[in-house]
């Protein structure tokens, strides 16, 4: 099997994980949550009013903070809403998994033994190339 094919077969693996199928889940239910739609649609509509009264050569002061405070009013909405909470917890969940497969493969780059390297906690790959430094 050449390096290509079992990339596929990794992906395959990634898709059948829990932790992506979870995430698919939760994102299923954000799509179908017509009130988180309409929070995220209103949020984008702020924040487009925001950034134009931003861009005025004159800014209404008031405005802009009436704006600025609705929008921080949506985003706590949005951001609070069940579905996409669950959504946030999946989608870390998922990208914990990838950092941990990055990992290994940046250890395996490096030199280290396929079979027995292992992630540290923390997240160092052993590169000190691309640390900005331990704790």
């Known amino acids: 099997m050449d390096l290509i094919q079992m ?8 898709q059948a994980s829990p932790e992506y199928k979870k995430m698919m889940e939760a994102q299923t239910a954000c799509d179908a949550d017509e009130s988180l739609q309409e929070g995220i649609g209103e949020f984008n509509l702020v924040r487009m009013q925001l950034t134009a009264e931003s861009q005025k050569e ?5 405005r802009l903070q009436e704006l600025n405070g609705k929008l921080q009013a949506v985003y ?5 809403n069940e579905n996409m909470m669950a959504y946030n917890i999946a989608k870390q969940d998922l990208d914990a998994l990838m950092q941990q497969v990055q990992g290994l493969l940046t250890l395996c780059l490096n030199g280290e033994d396929p079979d027995t390297c292992e992630v540290p906690e923390g997240g160092c790959s052993g590169s000190c190339s691309t ?4 704790h």
Not at 7 to 14: D, P, Q, V
Not at 131 to 134: A, D, I, L, R, T
């Open 76 to 80: 706590t909405a949005v951001m609070g």
């Open 131 to 134: 640390c900005s430094g331990c």
């Open 58 to 62: 004159e800014k209404d002061a008031d």
């Open 7 to 14: 990339t596929r077969e990794l992906g395959k693996a990634i």
